[in-house]
């Protein structure tokens, strides 16, 4: 007689599921030679529909006009506050300064303590440079200039292409000053995005994975694994079964978004978008959906698996703009 095999019920997709740190996740790119941020973060808005040319070769609908779902972000200013330097070591990478911006804005006080003592100059870092082998800039969100109705902003490094030299060139002029998403993405280019999901709370093993639902006459349970595990182990081998927990709530990264359009003046639907309100001023249109709910901050960075950048020939967005 044949031995009966069967895949397992239900997808893993990521193992374990556990529960986000913090609310945005840490922006992580890889590095580039061109002296410039890696990445940008923007509020998620909303979602809408445009009308494009399709470019798509060998696509029955090559050279016709379609409609397509994009995302709304929100993407105010970045405040550039400080530059941080790192030395590489045998335990991986370690801080070994950072320079303070000279005037500090007041919200940042809601958000951590600003130091009182400016630390490290940078007339000091520059001298260091020999020694040091990535400088970030510490940038934080001006949520006051967003559609959010919030005051406290979230502070984050971003780190910068190019050798260390022109790493910190490009961090000296920045410093104080602000970043905007055109100086970091165009249009027709292809980005990451990376967000924490909807929290769904605890939740069983038939929502979390998708396992079958047990039959009528089964004993006991029925939204349930039917068997923990064989006698002679005598214990549940963790990661081998589909449990209850944590669902949402998780940091995820989405590849390849085709950026539509980088806007400037505000955007806003009629009556503004649903849990969000009026964008107000630089915007971006992502094709397809981002994961996060509304409100949530997003991480974007250049693409690690990006395709050729593309040329878009939008005709209509179907929001009214801002006057």
Known sequence: MSKHRKPKAGSRAYWPKKRAKRIYPRLKAIEGEAPKPLGFAAYKAGMTEVSIVNTKKASPTEGQDIVKAVT???CPSLAVCGIRAYRETTEGIRNVGTVWAEKLSKDLERKTRTPK??????EEMEKELENIHYIRILVHTRPRESGLRKKT?????????GDVKKQFEFAKGKLGGELKASEVFEEGEWIDVQGVTKGKGYQGPVKRFGIKIRPRKHEKKRRHVGCLGPRNVARVLPGKLAMAGQLGFQSRTEYNKRIVRL????????????NYGVVPGDYILIEGSIPGPKKRLVMLRPGLRARQKDQIQLKEVYLQQQQ
Request: proline fraction near 7%; charge should be positive; glycine fraction near 24%.
């Open 153 to 161: 902003p979230e502070l984050f490094e971003v780190p910068l292409g």
């Open 263 to 274: 806007g400037t003046g505000g955007v806003s639907a009629k009556g503004g978008f649903v």
């Open 72 to 74: 709304v972000l929100d």
């Open 117 to 122: 003592k400016k630390g490290k100059k940078l």
